[in-house]
């Protein structure tokens, strides 16, 4: 079955900053890469995804990058803010396939 | 549209008691799920439904059974509940059709003591 490794594990930013978050997968016929955002107590919820006949997909500050034959992506977030801090998690899955498998998150702490 | 609603959002069991988690989507979608969020863990399958009638295990299934006998609703019930089924857990549903988008319910702390 699909394995996705996702780091690092713990991210800690100044406000303004960078950050990039990424995944590596095992399956080749993985071509759904979504990504979700948990603030804290609060559920999973989807902020950006990418299909894999796509290399790169912006959304205002944020924007995941996939490279197939190295079977990893990335997720980038520009311009950090306080309100970034979350737990994220990466995710992949075939085509057909509703379940995905997740990463095991990474918190983003922004440092005010 | 209330999305996916679980219940309850907390809950106390101790050693050996039962309990069932419910779940309630309103949105037709077929798909349903139930994940266990432990730190450092990432979210865990449980059980899934690709649709009524239909239910098969995922990644940690054990001590865990599920039923789905409606569209809408999908509980999960702990038979004898065990201090390693401590957790928060998350049901979630997407639709068939389209992108694989989950739709997570709001969680339920379980804590076994």
């Known amino acids: 079955g699909e394995n996705v490794e996702q780091h690092p594990s713990t991210l800690s930013v100044q406000e303004g900053d960078s950050a990039v978050i990424k995944c590596t997968y095992s399956?080749?016929?993985?071509?759904?890469f979504p990504w979700y955002k948990q603030e804290l107590g609060k559920r999973p919820q989807l902020i950006i995804d990418i299909r894999s006949n796509v290399g790169e997909k912006k959304d205002q500050r944020i924007a995941v990058t996939l490279n197939k034959t190295a079977k990893h992506f990335s997720l980038h977030i520009t311009e950090t803010q306080p309100e970034d801090s979350a737990v994220y998690f990466c995710?992949?899955?075939?085509?057909?396939?509703?379940?995905?498998?997740f990463g095991r998150g990474t918190s983003l702490i922004v440092h005010p | 549209n209330a999305g996916v609603t679980q219940t309850p959002k907390f809950q106390v069991l101790k050693t050996g008691q039962s309990m069932t988690l419910q779940c309630a989507q309103d949105?037709?979608?077929?798909?349903m799920s139930w994940y266990r969020q432990d730190p450092g863990m990432g979210l865990r399958l449980i059980h899934y439904s690709v649709g009524a009638g239909i239910t098969d295990q995922g990644e940690v299934p054990n001590g865990y059974n599920v039923s789905r006998s409606t569209t809408e609703d999908f509980p999960l019930r702990l038979l004898s509940a065990a201090p390693s089924q401590t957790s928060v857990y998350f049901c979630a549903s997407s639709p068939q059709s389209g992108a694989n988008v989950l739709t997570f319910g709001a969680g339920s702390r379980l804590t076994v003591l």
């Open positions: 949105m037709n979608h077929e798909y």
């Open positions: 995710a992949a899955s075939r085509q057909g396939s509703y379940i995905p498998t």
């Open positions: 399956d080749s016929a993985s071509n759904y």
